[in-house]
């Protein structure tokens, strides 16, 4: 049974730091690649960083670009986005993906508020 779960999320003041993580089982993690999309209230849901397999190549959004980093421990079969700088515009529901062979599998997400 596949499983993606995200965790870390919360309430934040400007310019805070938060750690996302996104637990994967079920499928071959270290095969896979991982991303990270959000969606705020309102709005479709936006890409925000992907990592390869084997974690050699990232990719950003522009407005999250050097500020946010994500990176993978395949060991532990788990993704990660770390945060910086959080801005009040951050405030979303970030989700997780996993792409592996012909397959897209996500999670439900975790929430991220960013207000003073």
């Known amino acids: 049974q596949v499983q993606v779960v995200e965790s870390g999320g919360g309430l934040v003041q400007p310019g805070g730091s938060l750690r996302l993580s996104c637990a994967a089982s079920g499928f071959t993690f270290s095969s896979a690649v991982m991303s990270w999309y959000r969606q705020a209230p309102g709005k479709e849901r936006e890409f925000v960083a992907v990592?390869?397999?084997?974690?050699?190549?990232?990719n950003y959004a522009d407005s999250v670009k050097g500020r946010f980093t994500v990176s993978r421990d395949n060991a532990k079969k788990t993704a990660y986005l770390q945060m910086n700088t959080l801005k009040p515009e951050d405030t979303a529901r970030y989700y997780c993906?996993?792409?592996?062979?012909?397959?897209?599998?996500w999670g439900q997400g975790t929430q991220v508020t960013v207000s003073s």
């Open positions: 990592i390869n397999s084997n974690a050699g190549i990232t």
């Open positions: 993906k996993a792409a592996w062979w012909l397959n897209t599998y």
